[in-house]
C-alpha cells in the first residue's frame, strides 16, 4: 500500500524569503506525485505533477518540484514566497498500474505554510 | 464555467437524518470521487465512479452511498448521520486512469449535531 508523509504541519516563511515543504512516499511500485493547494475555504488546486521524464518539474505560481526515487522524495520548492501563498499544502501519490483503471489518491496530511510580512 | 460543482456548499443537520450531497461535472470526465477532509484537514478517498461502476469504496460505513444518473454526476447520500460524520466533502473528477489530473469542486461542510 502506499503512503504518504508530510513531515511538517507548519512552515512559517517571511515574505519573499524562500521555501520547501517536504513531502517523502512510500510504495512497492511505480508512482506519480502531486502537488496540490488548499486556499481557505475553498477547494484543491493542482500546484504541478511528476508523471515521467525530468525529474524537475515546474508548476504554478512559481512553484516546482523535484522527484527523488533514490529518496523516495518529491519537495516542493519556491525561490520567493509572497503573502498570497498562505495556504495548505498537499503532497499525493498514485501508483502506476498495469491495465488501467481509476485510482484515487492518497494524501499526505498537509502542510500549513505561513507567510509573515 | 464552473467546472466541478457541488451543493450545497454548507449542510447543517441533526444525528440521525439522511442527507444528500450533489456533484456535477462539465469537462467531460469518465471518472468522479468523493474524498472526506477531517478537522485535522486530513483527506481520504471515500469512492469512485468509472462508466457508473464503482472502482473504489474503501473502508466506509454502509450508511454512505454514492449514486451516479450519468456520467457528468455523483451524488453522495448519508443515512442515519452521526456526529463522525461532520466534515468537508469534496467531489472530483478525472479521465480513467492515474495519468490525469483530478479536478475538485468547492467542497461541502457538513455539521451534525
Known amino acids: 500500500a502506499q503512503s504518504v508523509t508530510q513531515l511538517d504541519s507548519q512552515v512559517p516563511v517571511f515574505e519573499e524569503a524562500p521555501v520547501e515543504l517536504r513531502c517523502n512516499y512510500s510504495s512497492s511500485v511505480s508512482v506519480y506525485l502531486f502537488w496540490y493547494v488548499q486556499y481557505p475555504n475553498q477547494g484543491l488546486q493542482l500546484l504541478l505533477k511528476?508523471?515521467?521524464?525530468?525529474?524537475l518539474v515546474k508548476g504554478i505560481n512559481g512553484f516546482e518540484a523535484e522527484f527523488n526515487k533514490s529518496q523516495t522524495s518529491f519537495h516542493l520548492r519556491k525561490p520567493s514566497v509572497h503573502i498570497s501563498d498562505t495556504a495548505e499544502y498537499f503532497c499525493?501519490?498514485?501508483?502506476?498500474?498495469?491495465?488501467?483503471?481509476?485510482?484515487?489518491?492518497?494524501f499526505g496530511k498537509g502542510t500549513h505554510l505561513i507567510i509573515q510580512p | 464555467d464552473t467546472a466541478v460543482s457541488q451543493t450545497p456548499k454548507y449542510l447543517v443537520t441533526q444525528m440521525g437524518n439522511d442527507k444528500s450531497i450533489k456533484c456535477e461535472q462539465n469537462l467531460g470526465h469518465d471518472t468522479m470521487y468523493w474524498y472526506k477532509q477531517d478537522s485535522k484537514k486530513f483527506l481520504k478517498i471515500m469512492f469512485s465512479y468509472n462508466n457508473k461502476e464503482l472502482i473504489i469504496n474503501e473502508t466506509v460505513p454502509n450508511r454512505f452511498s454514492p449514486k451516479s444518473p450519468d456520467k457528468a454526476h455523483l451524488n453522495l447520500h448519508i443515512n442515519s448521520l452521526e456526529l463522525g460524520d461532520s466534515a468537508v466533502y469534496f467531489c472530483?473528477?478525472?479521465?480513467?486512469?492515474?495519468?490525469?489530473?483530478?479536478?475538485f469542486g468547492p467542497g461541502t461542510r457538513l455539521t451534525v449535531t
Open positions: 511528476y508523471l515521467s521524464g525530468s525529474t
Open positions: 499525493a501519490v498514485s501508483e502506476s498500474r498495469s491495465g488501467g483503471g481509476a485510482d484515487g489518491l492518497t
Open positions: 472530483a473528477s478525472s479521465q480513467a486512469g492515474h495519468l490525469y489530473e483530478q479536478y
